[in-house]
């Protein structure tokens, strides 16, 4: 980042369960895959690091590449490993800058963490679950509805049904997708509709197509 101050949208992302997990180690490396692959379509401010206790931060242009971002992470990663996300709108600045990456704060930061928190809270699903916090209670309210139908669509998905909506959401068509997983093009079409995968499609692309002056607002 360049800028001392600047509207921004932060993500803080922790591990589902980590605990449980046979291999934490592998599972982080899982991460940190699914999050470079991720920032092959949308290219954060600053990429994904991982921090203490099991979380992963993040910095965003906006809420569509944040909310394009975590749908890709949360379908790239594996069954077995669930994140749970919280996006905070606000403004960051830079308190320290370092080779590494900078040292941030802000209002951002303050919403993502209400988010997350939010987000782990009891009237949620106990796995995948998104919440957002900005500076507007009308789009906070909006975009939570719309997080909570896209995260159980996700979570149902199977494996097969996630590889393919990965494939898809890398930009391969449904035969290049079709050759990866060894099916027909029309298995793809037929899983892709039937799981709600092509939903997820849809709403991906009509958010990337906002004109970058009107994404945030």
Do not use: C
Not at 19 to 45: C, G, K, M, N, Y
Not at 173 to 197: I, K, M, N
């Amino acid at each position: 980042m360049t800028e001392q101050n600047r509207p921004a949208v932060a993500l803080v992302a922790d591990i589902v369960g980590s605990r449980q997990l046979a291999d934490r180690a592998s599972a982080q490396q899982r991460i940190h895959e699914a999050f470079a692959r991720a920032e092959q379509a949308v290219r954060p401010l600053q990429g994904a690091w991982a921090t203490v206790g099991d979380e992963f931060q993040a910095v965003y242009r906006t809420w569509q590449d944040a909310l394009r971002a975590t749908l890709r992470v949360a379908v790239f990663l594996p069954e077995n490993v669930v994140l749970r996300y919280g996006l905070g709108e606000g403004e960051l600045r830079v308190v320290e800058r370092r080779a590494e990456g900078d040292i941030l704060e802000g209002t951002a930061w303050y919403r993502a963490r209400e988010a997350v928190d939010e987000a782990a809270g009891s009237h949620r699903p106990s796995g995948l679950a998104t919440a957002y916090v900005g500076p507007a209670p009308e789009l906070t309210a909006s975009l939570n509805a719309q997080l909570l139908l896209r995260d159980h669509v996700v979570g149902r998905l199977k494996a097969r049904e996630r590889r393919l909506l990965g494939h898809l959401l890398d930009g391969l068509t449904q035969t290049e997708a079709a050759q990866q997983e060894g099916v027909s093009q029309s298995a793809v079409s037929q899983a892709v509709h039937r799981s709600g995968g092509a939903h997820l499609l849809e709403a991906d692309r009509l958010l990337g197509e906002v004109p970058r002056e009107e994404r945030g607002r």
